[in-house]
């Protein structure tokens, strides 16, 4: 074999690799805060597992009078739904896992709707998960935590027998049913007591911590048909809001030609017969009239320019939106503060939504909110592009049926996306958008 061919020993990676499984638990605090959750598990799991084992029982003997039931079934439902908030929070404090609710919103309770909320409850399984795990996940969990804080406990106690063996009358002790005498059954435990905190202790409490998170992940958090159940809700809500937002602007549109354009447009018409009526007869006065339709049909064009840039305008077809906001800000009659950090061109129906929102939130500032200076930033972070519109001015900003706050709130949704408006009165207001922008 050749020197070129001389192929170099692979070492064996197993003992790396037990080495990885053994200091995983001492990395970082999530040891740590596994023993707290452990810690929290005993008291919670059998309080709360008895509440809400006692609280079904007692639903489900009082279900023999329906009257009697609707309000214990009810209680016991909106309990366990704080106590489920409660667990999830403290799941994503201890755990790292960041768990969403999986239940569906009840639907709106008109008057005498009691039966239908309460059916809806019945009938969705998330619900009763949610009172499986308080009344039987959490004091399992317990169980568990009692059982890991034992072996902590057992192995301190270990570690300490050469320091207390050796101050009793007997030299003697007994832990867990083992007589340790003074020599070498002392040290033996004491070896024992090291290899239970070093190495068996901290796997089970790692272990626990991902037993713990596959409980209340399974228990708490959604499951694949609710998770797409909610996503075809959101995407009924979605064309709903995108349907409503094309017929706004349909009539928008239409009320705007109607009113301004084909106005001009009929003024300018008469203007043009009454001056051809008179050329014959009075020129000065028809020179007068075709110089009047000559102003109108300007008016005309501007309004019908005016209107398409309500709709698109060309130039962030063109440049993009930093270039149309600029032109935007320029015109607005109240100072404003544009920042705009957008390194790569957002998706068309994205970068249309973001010019109407801050083009209909400047709108509203100058008609209602008397402020002297607005800020407005764009900014993307990660794959949602975000915008704040913040004046100084009076507050009170409400999105109520049939204003611009409405309308801007449905073109956000039309596309995925949400809209927050802090408004107290007295001011400022800020509108918060967040669009988003991956494909």
Known sequence: MTEAQVVPAVRPAVPRAVLDVLLAPWRGTLMVRGLARAALDIPLGFAIGFVMTWMAGISLLAALTFVVAIPLVWFTFNVASLLGKMERARAAALLDVDIQTPHPRLRPRPAGSWGGRLRQLLTTASRWREVGYLALGLPFLGGLGFVLLGIWALSILLVAVPVYVGHTAAHAVKIAGWHIHAGGGMWWAFVVGIAGLVLVAPQLTLALVYIDRAVVQWFLGPHEAEVLARRVGELEVSRGAALDQVEAERRRIERDLHDGAQQRLVALAMHLGRARERFATDPARA?????????EAKAALAELRDLARGIHPAVLTERGLDAAL????????????LSVEVPQRPPVPVESAAYFVVSEALTNVAKHSKASNVTVVLSMQGDRLLIEVRDDGVGGAKAGAGSGLSGMTERVTAIGGWMRILSPAGGPTSILVELPCAS
Not at 287 to 295: C, F, M, P, Q, S
Not at 326 to 337: G, I, K
């Open 287 to 295: 020179r007068e009239l075709v110089e009047e339709a000559h102003e």
């Open 326 to 337: 600029t032109a935007l800000v320029a015109r607005c009659p109240v100072p404003v503060s």
